[in-house]
């Protein structure tokens, strides 16, 4: 679930056909070549502490992400941009260094993230630490409360520049038992869970109070290989290996009763432009016991112990347990699961610090976002060692400023083949995004991403 976009406001969102639509700019034009953008801000917009949104606040938080010092992940994201320019109080110009294929999406709060637009006074008065704790936007929903772990509490606002909330207060609470979550919907206690667990889904569907919701999740997961941390995943061979011993309709039948899509690839079915169903047919990933035994042979790297970083969380840790064996099954490996707290996985997934790690993506509304920050050497969530591959360096630049949209296809699809050969990680599946919803909940409406909203949302 993505608490941000119930907080902040982009200059542009994404619809739920991942469209994007204008938020905080009304209106825009670009020019012939593309490479200059004009956005017309909307007027009257408050920020949760009473500020006028302005240009200003469009220019500010331009410098203040492109800034070092700031150290967001992603600064890169906006690398394509040459400057800003202030046309007036609710005017801006972005001029590009080239034409972008998915220039707009960089402009969306979540899950483009480049450019959220948050108070300047708000960030300055509380200092960074307070300010992710507590954040200050102009979005449906204030933070009335957040204590770390265990309660986020947030409060309509009442001076939102679109549609005001039916809803007064939404609490969100924590749950990672199964059975807590599962009791918690059926009595009421809550009315609503993003990714219930599936081994409950039955008896969650027969529940007359609940309604199951379902769509394709906007991501990938897999077993990503550290080539900092174990030498022998630089020969390609030891990792592709690894890739090709996957069953992946036996993982995901055994780890998710089948309820995720099982994949050989970062593109997801989400982004319905760019994937591919016949994916799994070509992939240089596909399951291959076989030649999986004798690539690896080849390699000469012999036995291998290695760690697997995991979140405790149900799905990740389920996978692994399932996962890991099927590996072994085909290779002279011996995995160890190392279970750690989600907070502790990102910590460390950033930091780098696992020899192979069970995760993925999320919220990739677009191909930038399944490859450009995974797989580009340097890229912003690669922190598993990989890079070097110029080719695919330049390819994957190529569909990033590619402005016609066939073209650009056709190299996304390029570089999606690139990755799936290098094997920087084996791709197993797919999410499926699934929600439970209390029945006293109306007007909710399920998104191709989890940017879902329940600003359209009352109770009845």
Not at 337 to 362: C, H, W
Not at 413 to 430: G, I, K, R, W
Request: net charge neutral; proline share 6%; with cysteine.
């Amino acid at each position: 679930m993505q608490i941000g976009n119930h907080i902040y406001s982009g200059l542009i969102y994404a619809d739920h056909n991942l469209e994007p639509q204008g938020d905080l700019a009304e209106s825009w034009e670009v020019s012939k070549d593309s490479r200059e953008w004009t956005f017309q801000l909307r007027q009257g917009v408050k920020f949760h502490d009473g500020e006028d949104f302005t240009a200003d606040d469009v220019i500010y938080n331009y410098n203040r992400i492109k800034d070092p010092k700031t150290a967001s992940i992603h600064r890169r994201r906006l690398d394509e941009i040459d400057k800003i320019e202030k046309l007036g109080d609710h005017a801006v110009r972005f001029k590009l260094k080239s034409p972008s294929g998915s220039f707009l999406m960089t402009l969306t709060c979540v899950p483009g993230r480049a450019l959220i637009i948050a108070s300047r006074k708000s960030l300055e008065k509380m200092g960074p630490e307070q300010f992710s704790i507590t954040p200050v936007g102009t979005g449906p929903f204030r933070v009335a409360e957040h204590q770390v772990g265990t309660k986020f509490i947030l409060e309509r606002f009442d001076d939102y520049f679109r549609e005001v909330p039916k809803i007064k207060r939404v609490n969100i609470i924590p749950v990672t038992e199964p059975e807590t979550v599962v009791a918690a919907l059926r009595t009421g206690e809550i009315q609503f869970h993003n990714r219930p667990p599936t081994q409950f889904f039955k008896i969650l569907e027969r529940d007359p109070n609940i309604t199951m919701m379902e769509g394709p999740d906007p991501g990938f997961r897999g077993l990503m290989l550290n080539q900092d941390k174990v030498p022998a995943f630089k020969d390609v061979r030891v990792r592709l290996a690894i890739a090709k011993a996957i069953d992946r309709d036996a993982l995901a039948k055994r780890a998710f009763f089948g309820r995720v899509l099982p994949g050989v690839g970062p593109i997801p079915a989400a982004q319905k432009l760019y994937y591919r169903d016949f994916k799994r047919q070509i992939s240089a990933q596909k399951y291959d016991p076989d030649a999986a035994a004798r690539l690896w042979e080849e390699s000469g790297v012999g036995k291998l112990k290695l760690k697997t970083v995991s979140s405790v969380a149900a799905d990740d840790l389920r996978s692994a347990q399932v996962l890991l064996p099927l590996i072994e099954k085909v290779l002279p490996i011996k995995f160890e699961i190392e279970q750690v707290d989600p907070s502790v996985n990102g910590k460390r997934f950033r930091a780098g610090d696992y020899e192979t790690r069970v995760g993925g993506s999320g919220a990739d509304i677009d191909p930038n976002d399944s490859i450009r920050d995974f797989f580009i050497t340097n890229g912003k969530f690669n922190t598993f060692g990989y890079g070097g591959n110029v080719t695919l360096d330049t390819i994957i630049e190529e569909q990033f400023r590619e402005g016609d949209q066939e073209r650009r296809k056709a190299l996304v699809h390029l570089a999606e083949d690139m990755v799936m050969a290098d094997a920087p990680m084996a791709f197993t599946h797919h999410l499926i995004e699934y929600l439970a919803v209390r029945k006293e909940v109306k007007d909710f409406r399920m998104s191709p991403t989890p940017t879902w909203s329940f600003g359209t949302v009352s109770m009845g």
